[in-house]
């Protein structure tokens, strides 16, 4: 599965002997009816675990991990859902070596993808405004890596770094008076702004000189939007990185 695939990726591009790493899968339930039901369904027949049973199932296998393997031994996650990603990240990031693929590793590739893209449009980060499409754990990923990068560039504090960057989930533009009802891994990016439900209009808008798709719907970046795009900047950027569900 997954874990198999990318510890593959350890050992063909990051030359780590497989003999170092270990897939693990962990099976907290589902709540799929269908497959609670299928006889052939392999996974734990049992409602999902939540909340605290959950916590404590993740807290247990966490210190077993360096109890067995060491101080050192790296933990990556792997499509963790956001509500649990960002939460296990801070926790445990000042106790182990953990790693989140789809929060940092995302993040690391499309700066290095900016970084490489200044080159042929000029300035530096600090000069552009950006405008994500998806608020979930790849777009807030990016948008705090890019957010750190242009602080570590100026010196400014990141508070104020973030106020270049502008996120819209699927109720619209992430803003202020949206605070108290969004997840809070959002709320950094929830910026002065009068609400703005679609994303042709908070282009318009916003005027991002970077565009940058991290969502789960298809068909978002249309003509209009390329167009609109265009209008502001002579030379915009923009990353289709969706990966649509459906």
Request: charged share 20%; proline share 4%; net charge neutral.
């Amino acid at each position: 599965g997954i874990p198999v695939g990318k510890l593959s990726l350890y050992t063909a591009l990051g030359g780590v002997r497989p003999s170092a790493c270990l897939p693990i899968t962990i099976d907290v339930g589902t709540n799929n009816e269908k497959l609670l039901k299928d006889e052939f369904y392999i996974g734990l027949r049992q409602k999902r675990a939540t909340g605290q049973e959950y916590a404590e199932l993740l807290h247990e296998f966490m210190c077993a991990v360096k109890q067995n393997y060491g101080e050192k031994i790296l933990i990556q996650f792997e499509d963790f859902a956001n509500h649990n990603a960002f939460e296990l990240l801070a926790k445990y990031r000042n106790t182990h070596l953990v790693f989140n693929d789809d929060i940092q590793g995302t993040a690391s590739v499309v700066l290095a993808g900016l970084i490489a893209a200044l080159k042929l449009v000029g300035g530096t980060l600090a000069d552009h405004t950006f405008l994500f499409l998806g608020a979930g754990e790849a777009g807030a990923g990016i948008a705090e890596l890019i957010a750190l990068e242009i602080s570590k560039k100026t010196n400014a504090p990141v508070e104020e770094t973030r106020k270049k960057i502008w996120l819209v989930d699927s109720k619209g533009l992430v803003v202020s008076s949206r605070k108290e009802s969004l997840q809070h891994f959002k709320q950094p990016w929830a910026h002065e702004h009068e609400p703005v439900k679609e994303l042709l209009n908070a282009v318009k808008a916003i005027k991002p000189t970077v565009l940058i798709g991290t969502s789960g719907v298809g068909k978002t970046f249309t003509k209009g939007v390329v167009e609109a795009m265009t209008s502001f900047t002579e030379k915009p950027l923009i990353l289709a990185l969706s990966n649509p569900t459906s």
